[in-house]
């Protein structure tokens, strides 16, 4: 059945049209959230892949990123499953329009680019403010950290990157190269783990970006295990968009693809399967190579191991040729690689743990404190995606009803969505898990984000709250000196004139005493000691006449201070009494805000301090 137009009513939905609350109304009766009784798969099944559109990418008109992403259908051609959850597919495509859009977009332009009416896309991203997916700021929209939360749910329940990283990460020291990890996803590749080398001429693609498997090293080693209707979809694909429009990761081509450059591809396959090894020499772009080799899963039939994701060796042609690259580099590669599948052979699956529950229930309070401007079934469904995670890479409905404390008829809708957006598969056994396309979903942007990135919005926030110049600061590798990396002063006619880049010795800050109280013993044990106890440093005109200053700490995953935060005045606007009672508590909730932050952006990807 074809997909109804958009209309401007914000829960609109094709038929049967679903209510704020995510109830399901057809011929003028509700079903109601939870009520009745639905068995696991009983109901209304979730459609087949071929009415579903995950084979075409066809999608609703609010969804057109996912058209561009496939290309290979337009969105007139969508067909939306009946009990598909309207709002959330909405939310997911304003999502990927930010995602495009590398993190930021103007709310017309999300209007433009969604063709969605102007008061949904202000309810969405009202929403998706609220969950701290996005920050809104005046009129632009900018994606937020805490939305890795959902691809890190896909990558901890992979398990890969935590698995193999670090011996990404060994290879690319060794070797002085980048070194990148990829699944398969469909007819592309998607990157899941990046060790680059740092140089004036960088190579390297972000977490998360999505790739045609034709233009690189790793895609003819997965198109080792594709079926016929799978090179049908890859033929179709190619044909839609021949340029490759729809990759935004990668330069399109100058001229469309042909049927030698098909033939070029399955050659290449062909020769992948034969040597257990694949080139791209400069199909991405004039310079760049790569060579690529599997890594098979060990929990798979010995005759048959496909590979679990492909090790890749990434240069360029200033450095090394793709034959160099094959003779020199490849069997150390191959060793990596060995290493790595001797990695996943040896680590057993993780202790089953406490399940998450009622990871929903805060969302009735934001429904009640936002009214109209929450809407609650796109955070409830949005929700769903963090169910799964290291312990739990496939859960069955229940196990989603249970983890969410959504009603199993709310969790069903959810994730009969998901599979329509290719986001969640539906395995044999009625359990779903998540793809690799949940890293679309802000990711690839968000992947190199770096601390003063975070914390500037923190900072500004608390700026406007106690009327004071703010910041954040490193400690220098020597220990002697701060460096500034984040600021945000206040509009007052007397203010600390402090610009980011500015060193100060650190001894004599506060952020440097906080900075130092984390290092070794020094001369100033005591006094070290004691801030480091208190949580706080709190220095009274000793870097100039009439400053003062008090600083906390910025802590990393493991419990490191990475970074301080301070708010600096002249002593007669706050008293030292008055800098502990009123402004450290400030402090110490915006230190906790960026902390978390912090912590989701570094649980599968670096963040740089500076």
Known sequence: MPAKPMNDDPEGSAAPSADESGATVKDGGTTAEGGGTTAEGGGTAAPATASTTPATGATTPATASTARTRGSTTPDEAVTPDEAVTPL?????????????????????????????RSTVDRITATLARMGYVRVDGRDVHLSPRLMELGNAYLAALRLPSLL?????????????SVSLAVADRDGIRFIHQATRRRAMSLSFRIGDLLPAERTAPGPLFATEWTTADWQRWRERRAADPRDLSFTAVPPRKYGADARDDETFVSRTQEAAANGWALDDQLIEPGLVAVSVPVRSPHTPPAHRPPACVASVVSHTSRHTAHSLRTTLLPRLQAAVAQMEGELDRTPPPPPGTPPSD?????????????RDFIESLARGLTVLTAFGEARPELTLTEVAQATGLARATARRALITYEHLDLVTQTDDRTFALTPQVLSLGFPPLSRTTLPDIAHPHLADLTSRIHESTSLAVLSDSGEEIQYTARVATGRVMSVNITVGTRLPAYVTALGRVLLSDRATTATTDTLTSIRSQGYALVDEELEEGLRAIAVPIRDRSGRVVSALNTAMHASRHTLRECVTDLLPELTTTATRIESDLHTATRYTHVPLT
């Open 165 to 177: 990283a670090s011996r990404a990460d060994a290879l690319a020291d060794e070797l002085d190269e």
């Open 89 to 117: 597919i909405r939310g997911i495509a304003v999502l990927r329009e930010l995602t495009e859009a590398d993190g930021t977009l103007s709310l017309s332009g999300l209007e433009r680019a969604t063709r969605l009416a």
């Open 359 to 371: 990871l929903a229930l805060w969302t009735g309070a934001s429904k009640q404190q936002l009214g």
